[in-house]
């Protein structure tokens, strides 16, 4: 079996999403699902149930992660579907490196977007009081404040360049 494909499918959906997502903020349904059902087609045809199996627990790990992240309101819906797509196609390990990369590339990012606003240090303290006001209080409530003033940006943005950092250094 040629390992070359299912990156190279892997790609076409992730190309696909970051379109959307630039434009729109979202990534669709379509895009996700297609992504999913093609990757586990293409486990099957590929490898039988072998194959499915890789898949499936790619899937598990990439939805798994992402899910506790969306349930954080730290990513969308779209981007939970998404990273179990990457991991129906290219299994567990190359899903997790993916993650990882982005998820790096979207901290390095949203320093870079603070810094450009001058906007660092007002974070940072802002940050400082609200731990600080929630082990005072001893609630959660001063946590949950400061996330109306997270940013946002299309979270593709830094999966683009962490799947291929990933795809570069396994």
Avoid: H
Wanted: some cysteine; hydrophobic content about 55%; glycine content about 12%.
């Amino acid at each position: 079996m040629n390992m070359i494909w299912p990156f190279a499918g892997c790609l076409i959906f992730l190309a696909a999403a970051f379109y959307t997502d630039i434009k729109t903020m979202k990534i669709p349904n379509k895009i996700t699902m297609a992504f999913i059902i093609t990757g586990i087609a293409y486990q099957l045809a590929a490898r039988g149930l072998e194959g499915l199996l890789f898949g499936l627990k790619g899937f598990a790990a990439g939805f798994g992660l992402m899910y506790l992240l969306y349930c954080c309101r730290a990513v969308g819906g779209g981007d939970v579907k998404l990273f179990g797509g990457i991991g129906v196609w290219t299994g567990i390990f190359f899903t997790l490196s993916s993650l990882m990369y982005s998820v790096l590339a979207a901290g390095v990012i949203g320093f870079l977007i603070l810094l450009f606003r001058g906007e660092i240090f007002s974070r940072f303290a802002g940050v400082w009081r609200s731990v600080y006001g929630a082990v005072i209080l001893r609630s959660t409530g001063p946590l949950k404040d400061s996330r109306r003033n997270m940013i946002r940006f299309p979270f593709m943005v830094a999966v683009l360049p962490g799947t291929v950092l990933a795809y570069l250094y396994m």
